[in-house]
C-alpha cells in the first residue's frame, strides 16, 4: 500500500494519506487537501519562495490538463513539472 502527499494550501499543511482516498479533507481548517502527483515532491512549507513557487507551477498544470481535456483543439500539451507530454 502506497501513500500520497496531500497538502492544505489555506494552512500549508502537508500529510501523507493512503493513496486510494480520493479526498481528504485538512484536519485543521476542514478545506478539501490536494492530493499530489506521486512524481512530485513538495518542498517544506518553511522554505516560503519554493513552495510558492511549487504550488504556482503545480496548479497552473493542473489547469492546463483541465482545458486540455475540455478543448480537442489543442493537439499537445507538455508539462514541465510533471515532465510529462499530452497528445490527443
Ligand atoms: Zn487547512
Redesign the pocket.
Known amino acids: 500500500m502506497s501513500n500520497r502527499t496531500f497538502a492544505?494550501l489555506?494552512?500549508k499543511?502537508l500529510q501523507r494519506k493512503d493513496q486510494n482516498i480520493n479526498a481528504f479533507h485538512?484536519p485543521?481548517?476542514g478545506?478539501e487537501s490536494i492530493r499530489v502527483h506521486w512524481k512530485l515532491h513538495v518542498p517544506s512549507p518553511k522554505k516560503k519562495k519554493k513552495w510558492n513557487s511549487f504550488w504556482d507551477r503545480y496548479l497552473l498544470e493542473l489547469r492546463q490538463i483541465e482545458e486540455f481535456k475540455s478543448n480537442k483543439n489543442i493537439r499537445e500539451l507538455r508539462l514541465p513539472l510533471l515532465n510529462i507530454r499530452l497528445r490527443q
Do not use: H, I, P, V
Open positions: 492544505c489555506y494552512c499543511k485538512c485543521l481548517c478545506r
